[in-house]
């Protein structure tokens, strides 16, 4: 039978029945708009919010929403402490920016770091005194970024502690929730003033915060320390990238305070391509010696810190003062005693130049061991103890270790005038060198109470794998596996030690002579990819 005929009007009856349908929703919806029903919210486009000298910057900070930026008048002052409050709202990845009105063209470009050069171009975000900082944080702040911004104080006389103050400690502080998240500073100037005692560039007690391509320079205080960037109650991540780190006491540091969230622990850390040095003007001694005593530590330290990388970076100047002068320390420490769980492990300490400083590395064992450390692929230049610390003073070390868990040490070049490796207190476990180049000296590896070679290596670095370095000066007996020992540094044939360029000539005896038919000592293009081309 054919049933074409009867399908007709059945499609009739849909076709009216979905125009009806439409009909009653347009009905609907008209309605709905005369009754005053919830409406979707228009799309709201980014505002730029320009200020003039002496406008009220807070207000602008106050009433800007995610999005927008704040254009600051380029080499006006602008007198804190500005407040960066937890506002509702936005979606990832926007931020309210506040920058300076000077044209792009006249700043460095992104990925190029800002010098002092450039402070003209920059509007001036200032401390007021009373101890108070140009910039804070509140509970839970988020999502704000600073592009082409200088942090100082009024005037010498100004009383700061800090110039950034990014989260909180105690009480203010003590639930993750609490921690302030995503905030920003590229091309930022933060500094102190000449012979200004001021004790901290940047509290970095946050979450997720970049600072990069900025220049931190003069944080030194008379009997106490001192710190370009601190952070011991935020969580991370954080990137420190490009800088100009210095300060008297530790350039950069993770812990030194305990954290009040519990459990935390400083995590996932970039470390990569900065310049962390000291100024002769603070050494007595030195022709440049300015006449004041600041206290004086280290280039880098980690008493609280997991998963950090150190690479391409360049570190120098660290002597003798209220330390012996190790240039990095790695010391995982309560230091309060209320934060049981500090601990530093996971550590990449790679493609980097060390030079001018009394010792090299420390790890110590205090709270817990340190724990898969590695050490990779770097250069230690004027390694001198003699020269950074004094005659009477036991320095000048490439690596002195207690306690450590994991420890790898690997195709380093080492210019030192100390031991190798100086170990005490206790034993580290499961301890791997190789494809080093590094100097005898006086007693090579040593440890606390026993003699130099096999005996300290069989007693402080149990089981460990010590292979395929060259040695200089070493002596055969004193080590259980393969090794080279030349003579003296100029057997090594360097292109032009003078000059400082320590790779390897062609016709060197550590070419091909490492594991895997690897060379001896450090890869130089590599590091010179990494620290310099920024």
């Known amino acids: 039978m054919n049933n074409r005929s009867g399908r007709k009007p059945k499609l009739l009856f849909a076709a009216v029945g979905l125009l009806l349908l439409a009909c009653l929703s347009l009905v609907w919806a008209q309605r709905q708009r005369r009754v005053g029903a919830p409406q979707p919210a228009p799309v709201r486009s980014p505002k730029i919010i320009t200020l003039k000298a002496g406008d009220d910057l807070q207000k602008a900070i106050d009433a800007a929403q995610y999005g927008d930026e704040i254009v600051l008048a380029a080499g006006a ?65 988020h999502h704000f970024r600073f592009l082409g911004v200088e942090f100082a104080t009024r005037d010498f006389s100004t009383a700061a502690y800090e110039l950034i103050t990014l989260g909180d400690y105690g009480a203010a502080q003590d639930t993750w929730e609490e921690v302030p998240h995503h905030l920003v500073f590229d091309r930022c100037y933060i500094h102190a003033l000449d012979k200004q005692s001021l004790k901290r560039g940047i509290s970095l007690n946050s979450a997720s915060t970049d600072i990069v391509n900025s220049y931190l320079s003069g944080f030194k205080v008379v009997g106490q320390e001192a ?50 040095t000291k100024s002769l003007t603070w050494r007595e001694g030195e022709a440049s010696y300015a006449g004041v005593r600041w206290e004086v530590k280290n280039l880098f330290e980690l008493k609280s810190a997991r998963r950090v990388v150190v ?31 500090a601990v530093v492990e996971d550590v990449l300490i790679e493609n980097n130049i060390v030079r001018h400083a009394a010792s090299g590395i420390q790890i110590k064992l205090y709270v817990s061991p340190a724990r898969r450390i590695t050490i990779r692929n770097n250069l230690f230049e004027d390694i001198d103890g003699g020269k950074w610390c004094g005659a009477d003073c036991s320095s000048g070390h490439f690596l002195q270790v207690e306690g450590a868990e994991g420890l790898k040490v690997e195709h380093n070049t080492v210019l030192h005038t100390g031991n190798v490796v100086s170990a005490n207190s206790a034993p580290s476990t ?37 292979r395929d370095n060259a040695i200089i000066g070493g002596d055969p007996s004193h080590y259980k596996e393969r090794n080279m020992y030349p003579v003296s540094l100029r057997e090594i044939k360097f292109v032009n030690p ?29 590091i010179r990819r990494a620290v310099f081309l920024r």
């Not at 800002?114 to 003209?120: D, L, Q, T």
């Open 430 to 466: 499961n301890f791997s060198f190789s494809n080093n180049l590094v100097s005898q000296n006086r007693y090579g590896f040593h440890g606390t109470g026993r003699a130099p070679g096999s005996d300290s290596i069989n007693f402080y670095l149990p089981n460990s794998r010590i």
């Open 77 to 141: 002052s602008y007198i804190g402490t500005f407040t960066l409050p937890n506002k509702a709202g936005g979606s990832p990845g926007q931020f309210i920016t506040i920058r300076s009105s000077a044209p792009a063209s006249q700043l460095p470009p992104d990925g190029q770091r800002i010098s002092p050069a450039h402070a003209p171009l920059l509007p001036k975000l200032l401390s007021p005194g009373q101890g108070l900082p140009a910039l804070r944080t509140l509970s839970g702040a």
């Open 498 to 526: 003078e000059g400082g360029d320590y790779r390897l000539r062609p016709d060197s005896p550590l070419k091909a002579k490492g594991t895997g038919g690897a060379d001896i000592g450090a890869d130089f293009e590599t």
């Open 227 to 276: 710190q370009a960037i601190l952070g011991w109650n935020g969580p991370g991540p954080f990137r420190i990238v490009n800088n100009y780190l210095e300060a008297a006491g530790e350039n950069v540091m993770f812990g030194g305070s305990s954290a009040s969230v519990t459990g935390l622990v400083p995590s996932d850390i970039e470390l990569r391509g900065n310049h962390l």
């Open 311 to 341: 690479e391409g970076n360049l570190f120098e100047y660290s002597w003798r003062d209220a330390q012996v002068g190790f240039a990095l320390l790695l010391t995982p420490l309560d230091q309060d005693g209320t934060a049981p769980w």
